[in-house]
């Protein structure tokens, strides 16, 4: 009876995590008979008798009100195709995109052309993932300047953010980038000289492959310390 | 005649030596690495992606399609014809159905989750090698398992019943019968059973016994190397 992991351990496929009916059975855990299974790699998260897996690995899932970056990868009559690296485009309708009056004849790329990469909120899902509205209205949603692009393991991005936001300001402000991290791992980076692109991406990759230990924070600071940056408090 | 000593000296309830390995593949969604004696598997999982043709999208659940193959350069000896084969596509099928009813892909509507496993050097227990690496490379990918599986051959080498066997014991003179068996780790559910050859049904009794305590020994050697890699990314603790 009872919990057979501890907190932040590292589970696999198939593991036991808890026997009994004390526990329930929360994000990528089910339960067989009286015994909760893990069905990721993942790291145990246990919250009053709720136990779940926060995944370690796995594609990025399309989920209603993420902020996502993706690439226009075709465009319509009406609208513009998003690739944000899930199996299916999203399609962002021109109602959705310009607030203008739009002729029906008229050039849509002069908004938003093939290879632009914008950073998009979801709206709706439909068809468990096949079908998915995104939108170029709201506050933080914008055509995404020059700069370049790093990919990270989607479970990782509230890491790279930080609790409201520390981790991403931290590298901001040393790194003087201007960085939009998207839901779906794609984390855009712009800054004025290249090296502090490439120092920003460099801080964004050591996180990724050290978000699971704790004091991640403090080796951050140390990190860019001994880059030789005194950031401006 | 009877089979006392194995060829390679191991004890008739020893597996070769064996290896694991998790991302080997960097492009991919999730790949793993699994080695048994001088079998070398890869696999490499991409998706859950768009599935074409459409006619072949399942509304309700995403569909999961294994490509097994040797190459051709991975023989003992001959050169392996390369392409598919009866051979490769059989095998294909029976990894799939020994994967698919531990993976729940209800999650990926409409799409499908290629599973690619390549043969790099073989002796033996392709078949089993090639579930074992598929079966961590889908850990990897982040796809949803009730369990992994691990697989192992067993099988009658002149009249003693032997676990895991080589391609030396395969083409004993006194003829072989050779079990591929694939399990579910956690439940010892079987998702995998063939045969070539001829055995009694108290002996095929016997060799699944053997094949489950194979089994057992492989399934910690995989789930140490899905730890393994996070471990020691993270330059440990």
């Known amino acids: 009876m009872g919990l057979f992991v501890q907190d932040k351990d590292i589970v696999v496929p198939g593991q036991e995590l ?35 897996v926060i995944p370690l690995a796995g594609k990025y899932t399309p989920k209603r009100e993420d902020l996502v ?37 008229a050039d849509l790329t002069k908004y938003y052309n093939l290879g632009d990469w914008v950073l998009t909120q979801i709206v709706h899902v439909a068809g468990g993932g096949k079908i998915i509205d995104l939108s170029m209205r709201g506050p933080s949603v914008r055509k995404l300047g020059p700069g370049r692009l790093v990919r990270v393991t989607p479970s990782k991005v509230p890491r790279i953010i930080g609790k409201q936001g520390s981790m991403i300001t931290l590298i901001k402000d040393s790194t003087n980038c201007k960085i939009f991290v998207g839901q779906n791992g794609y984390v855009w980076i712009t800054g ?13 990759a050591k996180i990724e492959a050290e978000s699971h230990i704790s004091g991640l924070t403090d080796r951050m600071k140390v990190f860019f310390e001994e880059k030789g940056i005194t950031r401006k408090e | 005649m009877t089979y006392t000593q194995r060829f390679d000296g191991r004890k008739i309830d020893e597996l070769r030596p064996m290896e694991a390995k998790i991302g080997v593949v960097e492009r991919a969604t999730g790949s793993a690495m699994f080695r048994i004696g001088k079998t070398y598997a890869v696999a490499a999982v991409y998706g859950p992606r768009e599935l074409y043709p459409q006619a072949m ?12 193959n040797m190459m051709a350069f991975s023989g003992s000896g001959e050169r392996v014809r390369p392409g598919p084969s009866r051979r490769s596509k059989e095998i294909s099928l029976v990894t799939e159905k020994a ?42 990918a982040g796809i949803p398992m009730k369990d992994l599986v691990s697989s192992v051959a067993v099988g009658k080498v002149g009249g003693k ?9 395969e083409d004993h003179p006194d003829g072989a019968t050779d079990i591929a068996v694939a399990m579910s780790t956690r439940t010892n559910q079987i998702t995998l059973l063939q045969m070539d050859g001829e055995v009694s049904a108290d002996d095929l009794k016997e060799a699944l016994q053997l094949a489950k305590k194979g089994c057992d020994a492989i399934k910690n050697v995989q789930i140490q ?13």
């Open chain 1, 18 to 52: 808890a026997e009994g009916m004390d526990y329930l059975p929360s994000g990528d855990v089910i339960r067989e008979k009286d015994k909760l299974i893990s069905i990721k790699v993942g790291t145990v998260s246990i919250n009053n008798r709720f136990v779940k």
């Open chain 1, 69 to 105: 970056i993706g690439e226009v990868v075709n465009i319509g009559f009406s609208g513009w195709r998003i690739d944000f690296g899930w199996a299916f485009e999203g399609n962002v309708s021109l109602k959705d995109a310009v607030a203008e009056f739009v002729e029906k004849s």
């Open chain 2, 99 to 140: 994967l698919a009813p531990l993976v729940d892909l209800t999650a990926f509507p409409s799409t499908v989750i290629d599973v690619f496993v390549e043969l790099i050097q073989t002796d033996a227990g392709t078949r089993c090698a090639g579930i074992c690496a598929a079966a961590l490379a889908l850990a990897d």
């Open chain 2, 57 to 68: 999208q399942n509304p309700l659940k995403g569909r999961l399609r294994c490509n097994y």
């Open chain 1, 192 to 204: 004025e000289k290249p090296e502090q692109e490439l120092l920003a991406s460099e801080a964004i």
């Open chain 2, 225 to 237: 190397a899905l730890r393994d890699r996070y471990y020691q990314e993270g330059n440990n603790e």
């Open chain 2, 161 to 169: 019943i032997v676990l895991d066997l080589s391609k030396e014991e």
